[in-house]
């Protein structure tokens, strides 16, 4: 990442015939949104002097408290050579949201990942690596450019064209991110139709859930541009592999990856056993982080790759945290719960925070699992002490609801809300009659 000055910006604005300025924040739900700005306000806004309704946002303020700052990032100054505007070429920053007192606002995801980073600091980690592999489905548009069910190809594992006929979104996909400076890494066709990932490499927390963030809307952008629909909901189809998000994390001290000992049969240092420990303790609890929405639940089910089961091993696909062959500086590892719909600020202080505790508590990891779990029946489970996930949106509701420990990791401002708002969306879903529904009992009843 360059480190932009303010009169960097201004010139690359001046070089690249910059119109537009987009302000872009997340809200609560991980929902991309932004004020966009002619060039002209461009000095105003690396002023922080842009103020914006606080109240019409999702798990912000009061009606009363409304006016809010935006403080953009000047690391985030990107040139967005997607956006193909007859009005002029769009730059973004990313911004930080503070309050009319100019502090940081406290239930802003940004400010809740850059806190529990501190505490990463304060315990000597310089940094708290993450990459991420994100899923998404393409569907095809109807005549009035309304997504449809109907998947962009047929193609399979790793398949390639003529079977794999959405490859050309793909590249196109790679070309624009590579454009952004972007350092990707694969693409590659999915298991079920229509579906595929595509991998940037790993960066810090803060700068890795921004790539995310702007990933998601070039993702989307193009697969537009070609007559497809991009998602990221983990399970938009019955009865097919889900979307996840794999997330791979490691912590670092200086170049020194802190989860490598090569004097271990394994390889992973004390620090990353503790980290591996602190995670499967609270996964019950922030899984409402991680898998946020109802349709979350539809994907963590046994049979389509995707974890159940709280467990870990070096070896094994069919646990939750999982350890990729790759040793030494790329000692990492895998989470595999998360889904794409899962705002990536909280999910990675989430992540982070549980390992942290790990460590502060140098909590025992269990024995890892060489099983095939899915192989394995629910009594043997018990007998081996495995945990599940939860297997509901309502179920992640009531752990996260009487966790202090994640209380503590989202704040007091935002843990509310987020309560509020899932509750909502539980009770919203409890009402509705499905498909499913229908085709089950309308005949039979």
């Given at each position: 990442?360059?480190n ?18 987009r ?5 609560m739900?991980g ?12 000095e105003k ?8 309704d606080?109240?019409s946002?999702?798990g ?7 006016d809010m ?8 100054w ?17 911004c930080?949201?503070y ?28 940094k ?10 393409l569907?095809?548009l109807d005549d ?10 047929m ?6 064209s ?12 790679v ?8 350092n ?13 990932e595509v991998?940037f ?15 998601k809307?070039?993702v989307?952008?193009v697969a537009r ?9 983990p399970?938009?189809?019955?009865g ?29 240092s004390?620090?990353a056993?503790k ?7 609270h996964?019950?609890?922030?899984c ?9 639940y ?6 389509y790759?995707?974890?159940v ?13 999982r ?20 705002n ?11 390992g ?9 990891v ?19 002490k495995?945990a ?5 949106l ?36 409890k009402?509705t009659v ?12």
């Amino acid at each position: 990442m360059k480190n932009w000055t303010r009169e960097q910006i201004l010139q690359d604005a001046k070089d690249h015939n910059v119109q537009y300025v987009r302000l872009q924040f997340t809200d609560m739900l991980g929902t991309i949104k932004n004020v966009e700005l002619p060039v002209r306000n461009l000095e105003k806004a690396l002023s922080n002097e842009i103020l914006f309704d606080g109240s019409s946002i999702l798990g912000f303020v009061r009606i009363n408290e409304a006016d809010m700052y935006l403080y953009p990032d000047l690391n985030t100054w990107l040139i967005m050579t997607w956006e193909d505007s007859p009005y002029g070429t769009v730059a973004r920053l990313v911004c930080d949201v503070y309050t009319s007192k100019r502090e940081p606002f406290e239930g802003d995801p940004r400010y809740i990942l850059k806190r529990n980073l501190k505490e990463a600091y304060a315990l000597g980690f310089d940094k708290f690596n993450v990459g991420v592999e994100p899923e998404f489905f393409l569907f095809k548009l109807d005549d009035e450019g309304r997504p449809t069910r109907e998947f962009s190809d047929m193609g399979g594992y790793f398949d390639l064209s003529p079977i794999d006929s959405s490859e050309d979104v793909r590249r196109d996909i790679v070309l624009e991110l590579t454009k952004m400076g972007f350092n990707m890494e694969v693409s590659h066709h999915e298991v079920a139709f229509g579906q595929h990932e595509v991998n940037f490499e790993y960066d810090n927390a803060l700068e890795a859930c921004d790539n995310i963030q702007t990933f998601k809307i070039v993702v989307k952008n193009v697969a537009r541009r070609h007559g497809y629909h991009a998602t990221f909901m983990p399970k938009p189809v019955a009865g097919i592999n889900g979307s996840g998000m794999h997330t791979n994390v490691s912590l670092a001290k200086g170049d020194t990856n802190a989860f490598y000992d090569p004097k271990t049969e394994n390889m992973l240092s004390e620090t990353a056993l503790k980290f591996i420990a602190g995670v499967m303790k609270h996964a019950e609890e922030f899984c409402l982080i991680t898998n946020p929405t109802v349709n979350s639940y539809k994907r963590l089910v046994p049979g389509y790759e995707a974890p159940v089961y709280v467990s870990w091993s070096d070896v094994n696909r069919s646990t939750m945290i999982r350890i990729p062959a790759s040793k030494g500086r790329a000692t990492r590892i895998e989470i595999r719960s998360v889904d794409p719909s899962a705002n990536p600020y909280l999910a990675m202080s989430a992540v982070l925070a549980a390992g942290l505790d790990g460590i502060k508590s140098e909590l025992p990891v269990p024995n890892p699992v060489r099983t095939n779990l899915f192989k394995v029946s629910d009594l043997e489970r018990k007998r081996m002490k495995i945990a599940y996930l939860p297997g509901s949106l309502d179920e992640a509701l009531k752990n996260f609801s009487t966790s202090k420990f994640m209380k503590t990791v989202i704040g007091e401002d935002l843990f509310p809300k987020l309560i509020e708002a899932k509750q909502k969306e539980w009770d919203d879903y409890k009402q509705t009659v499905t498909e499913w529904e229908i085709n089950r009992y309308m005949d039979l009843i």
